[in-house]
């Protein structure tokens, strides 16, 4: 599998970014797939998630009610995305898109540890 992620950049506190993540070379139709976040010097956390099998979505507290996962299949193309809106300087980090191909259920959706698949991340400023 192969993950590319694309949308970050540099906005002002309180505006909107969408990231992407276009997931290939995968074929499997229940995964759990999720984007994290990571500042120097801190731990990798985990931002939203979704189990694909069923639609079912988690959100770290930090980003309930500002931020949505979404997941698109179209034409046989498979694209993750997070809506970022309100965004505040404590958002400023480097964002993965990670992929756990044989989780089972929604229990663990935010554990990073789960995640054996990863993108190469995309940057996120705000100023």
């Known amino acids: 599998v192969q993950l590319v992620e694309s949308g970050g950049g540099s906005v002002q506190v309180g505006a909107s970014l969408r990231l992407s993540c276009e997931i290939s070379?995968?074929?499997?139709?229940?995964?759990?797939i999720g984007w994290f976040r990571q500042t120097p010097g801190k731990e990798r956390e985990a931002v939203a998630a979704?189990?694909?099998?069923?639609?079912?979505?988690?959100?770290a507290d930090s980003v309930k009610g500002r931020f949505t996962i979404s997941l698109e299949n179209a034409n046989a193309k498979k694209t993750v995305y997070l809506q970022m809106d309100s965004l505040r300087p404590e958002d400023i980090a480097m964002y993965y898109c990670a992929a756990d191909l044989y989780c089972l259920g929604t229990s663990l959706l935010l554990t990073v540890q789960e995640y054996t698949e990863w993108g190469q991340g995309t940057q996120v400023t705000v100023s």
């Open positions: 070379e995968f074929t499997g139709s229940s995964y759990c």
């Open positions: 979704v189990y694909t099998r069923d639609g079912t979505t988690d959100y």
